[in-house]
């Protein structure tokens, strides 16, 4: 399985004209901003998108992003999986905003989502509030809160996220049926 090749900022910027950028973020962080030409395959459908992906792989070389760099190893593990060489972008969208770089959005996006990180600190802390708060009723609801910061220690120790890939499930996170085939519509026309 071939390791991916690791981009930074500029090197992003240089190539990007050559580049096939496949965003695997969330629809909904994917609206609130973008590399330009990027196509949005959330990470949980990159098994569907292969065909596609492989084709557009066979035009040019494939960039993975995401927020901050993780998904994007994981989706570039994947890829590798099944023989598709990719890059990936170290420090993602992130990244790319910090060095002033514009982030692109869709044309009529509804609405500013939250990023999954900021989705899975909130979920976190109500839940790890929930059991303490009910945990005066009754001790054993304080397992929630043991719960949820043995999540978070693996979590870390792993670079993986449980609790992110449920978030991702969310009707909010999800990409409408026609936003995908249109992506991939575009991937196979890329």
């Known amino acids: ?27 909904g962080e994917y609206a609130t901003g973008h590399l330009p030409g990027a196509h949005n395959i959330p990470l949980d459908h990159l098994d569907r998108a292969l065909p596609d992906i492989r084709h557009a792989a066979e035009r040019g070389e494939i960039l993975v992003v995401c927020a901050s760099g993780a998904r994007s190893e994981n ?3 994947t890829l ?5 060489t990719t890059a990936t972008f170290a420090g993602g969208t ?17 609405r500013t989502a939250w990023s999954m990180e900021r989705q899975v600190r909130l979920t976190a802390g109500a839940v790890v ?18 719960g949820i910061a ?9 670079n993986t996220c449980g609790m992110a890939a449920l978030l991702a ?3 909010h996170n999800r990409p409408h049926q026609g936003d995908l085939e249109a992506t991939l519509a575009a991937l196979r026309n890329h």
């Open 150 to 158: 043995g999540g978070l220690a693996f979590s870390a120790l792993t």
């Open 80 to 84: 590798a999986a099944h023989g598709i």
């Open 129 to 146: 509030l929930t059991g303490l708060a009910l945990g005066r009723l009754r001790p054993a609801f304080r397992l929630a809160s043991a």
């Open 1 to 27: 399985m071939a390791t991916p090749r690791t981009l930074d900022a500029e090197q992003v910027l240089a190539h990007l004209h050559e580049l096939i950028v496949l965003d695997v973020r969330t629809p």
């Open 169 to 171: 499930k969310l009707p």
């Open 94 to 110: 992130g990244a790319w905003a910090a060095d002033g770089h514009a982030l692109h959005r869709p044309d009529g996006a509804r």
């Open 75 to 77: 989706a570039c593990r």
